[in-house]
Structure formats: C-alpha cells, structure tokens
C-alpha cells in the first residue's frame, strides 16, 4: 500500500520560510516524478513543484520560481519543499503527489495535506 505523509506546516509571517516534507512508502518510485500542489480557499488544486525521483530533474510553477526549492533524499524516501520568502498567498494547504514519469491532478497517489498559513 502505498502512503505519502506530508508534514511541516504550520504558521509563518510574510518572509518567513518553512519546509514541508513528504515521507514515501510502499514501493519503489524508481521512475516516478514527486510532486507538490496546493490548494487555496474556493480555488481549485494547483501545481507548485517536482522533482524526478532518480534524475534530480525539478520543474517550478512560475508564482514559487525562486523562492521555492523542491529536493529528495533517496536514503529516506523523502520529498522536501523548503519555502523562502513566503507570501501571503501562498496560504494553502499543501499536497505530496506522486506518479510514474510526471505528476498532474490525476496522479494516482497523494498525501492527505498539510496547511501552510502565511499572515501579513
């Protein structure tokens, strides 16, 4: 079976930082892409970053390119996000995805969420 369990939310000021991880279990994810979306009040779930699992190889969201890092330490089967420069509007929960060779909204795989609140 396989879990993603997301941990390292919480509540952080306008240029704070935080880092969210994501501990993957029950197979291998050789091949697969982990990634992170989020998801704001009313809005629909978007993406945010990901990395491939053997490759290394990121991709960032426009709205997180400089500010986020997304990193994986393979011995632990952890995902990382280390967020810098928070905003306000990057007050949403966050979700660890995971897929074989790119992750999107219909991944088969994801963490229940964490919340990430950043005030003002």
């Known amino acids: 079976q396989v879990r993603l369990v997301e941990s390292g939310g919480g509540l952080a000021q306008a240029g704070g930082s935080l880092r969210l991880s994501c501990a993957a279990s029950?197979?291998?994810?050789?091949?697969?892409?982990m990634g992170w979306f989020r998801q704001a009040p009313g809005k629909e779930r978007d993406f945010v970053a990901h990395?491939?699992?053997?490759?290394?190889?990121?991709y960032y969201a426009d709205s997180v390119k400089g500010r986020f890092t997304v990193s994986r330490d393979n011995a632990k089967n952890t995902v990382y996000l280390q967020m810098n420069s928070l905003k306000p509007e990057d007050t949403a929960v966050y979700y660890c995805a995971a897929g074989p060779f790119a992750v999107s909204n219909k991944s088969p795989y994801w963490g229940q969420g964490t919340q990430v609140t950043v005030s003002s």
């Open positions: 029950g197979r291998t994810f050789s091949g697969y892409a």
């Open positions: 990395i491939m699992w053997i490759s290394g190889n990121t």
